[in-house]
């Protein structure tokens, strides 16, 4: 059989990218041996599902390389321009550096790496892949075409198969007893999560809410995360628990126990996890910046892409107290999640392997 593996920074659990690699290699085998190699493993359960890099096998036992771009890492890079295989490229878009040139400099320079790759490795793409319309927009401005939208791997009612965790549920309930809004993602500037905290802070404090606000996310800049810990001080009508990196079983709990989802990040290509609340009945609010209006689409209340706090505030109230908003909130969120399941995005991918491999 053909060799085609996979290639990402950074594996971990409850990771999007990480999980949809996984999908993608179990559609892979059916047509060639395949495996996921990664620089980082963040969780001693990858390491029987995610190899390291360093085991990756030579060009010449390699046929495809598929790999998952987001953002660049030197040792990752330096290996990759050594090689010479042919390259299936996943993309999931790299943030835009602006924010963070003055405030992190080393995370600025690690995707301007990744948007070096973009051109760099263009030669060897034999096949292009964007998870989304956007990001397939973003690899035609750099030169590439016949670029390929599919979000490989991706199933958006993953975490609706998971159990509750009762003990987590019990404890979110006595903390929050009128409830909580949700925000998933990785804790980062261009998630706007001070705007998050504004938002639940102005709704609380103009409309009586009293609702706490759950995180979900793996905290990577410290200096971001302690300017967020004291800002959070600052909004006293705001009861905040970071929860930080959550397996899955957690991160299905605090999803099914909150009222809302909420999102107001400034850039995303694809972003899952508001489509996952969705698959279990939570209404969605969320600013409709990057592919957010093509990927939640008619499944969330979607803001304008300059929404903030003060709208955002009067949007969540609404859906907490109109039960008719609420209600078509959430058929919609089931039936855009049911429309994405019906597509074979796995099989479409394989599919696109195979007509490369000949």
């Not at 093509?294 to 009067?314: H, K, M, R």
């Amino acid at each position: 059989m053909p060799a085609v593996h996979q290639l990402i920074i950074g594996a971990a659990d409850g990771d999007a990218i990480t999980n949809m690699a996984m999908e993608l290699r179990d559609g892979l085998r059916g047509l060639a041996d395949s495996e996921i190699y990664a620089y980082w493993r963040h969780s001693d359960r990858l390491k029987d599902e995610v190899l390291d890099c360093a085991e990756l096998p030579p060009d010449d036992q390699i046929d495809l390389l598929v790999y998952h771009l987001s953002i660049g890492y030197e040792p990752v890079h330096d290996m990759l321009m050594n090689r010479k295989c042919s390259i299936v490229l996943c993309y999931h878009n790299v943030t835009s550096v602006d924010r963070y040139v003055n405030y992190e400099p080393e995370f600025a320079a690690h995707l301007q790496l990744g948007r070096q790759e973009v051109d760099q490795l263009r030669s060897r793409v034999v096949l292009a892949i964007a998870d989304s319309g956007f990001n397939a927009k973003d690899l035609l401005r750099a030169g590439y075409s016949d670029v390929h939208v599919v979000p490989a791997g991706f199933s958006p009612s993953r975490l609706a198969k998971e159990p509750y965790d009762a003990q987590l549920l019990g404890e979110m309930k006595r903390r929050f007893p009128n409830g909580y809004v949700v925000v998933v993602g990785q804790v980062l500037p261009h998630k706007r999560l001070e705007q998050v905290l504004q938002t639940v802070h102005l709704m609380n404090s103009t409309f009586w809410g009293n609702v706490g606000l759950v995180v979900c996310g793996i905290q990577r800049q410290n200096r971001y995360f302690q300017t967020l810990l004291r800002y959070q001080s600052r909004c006293a009508m705001v009861d905040s628990h970071f929860a930080g990196a959550v397996t899955d079983n957690q991160l299905a709990t605090y999803m099914r126990g909150a009222r809302v989802y909420l999102g107001m990040s400034e850039h995303e290509g694809f972003c899952i996890p508001p489509l996952e609340a969705a698959s279990m009945g939570v209404p969605v609010v969320i600013k409709g910046a990057g592919a957010i209006p093509e990927s939640i689409s008619y499944g969330a209340l979607v803001l304008p892409e300059d929404a903030g706090p003060v709208l955002a505030a009067e949007a969540v109230n609404a859906v907490l107290t109109d039960q008719e908003l609420r209600s078509q909130l959430v058929a919609s969120g089931y039936r855009r999640v049911r429309d994405l399941e019906n597509q074979s995005h796995v099989e479409t991918t394989v599919q696109l392997v195979a007509k490369v491999l000949g």
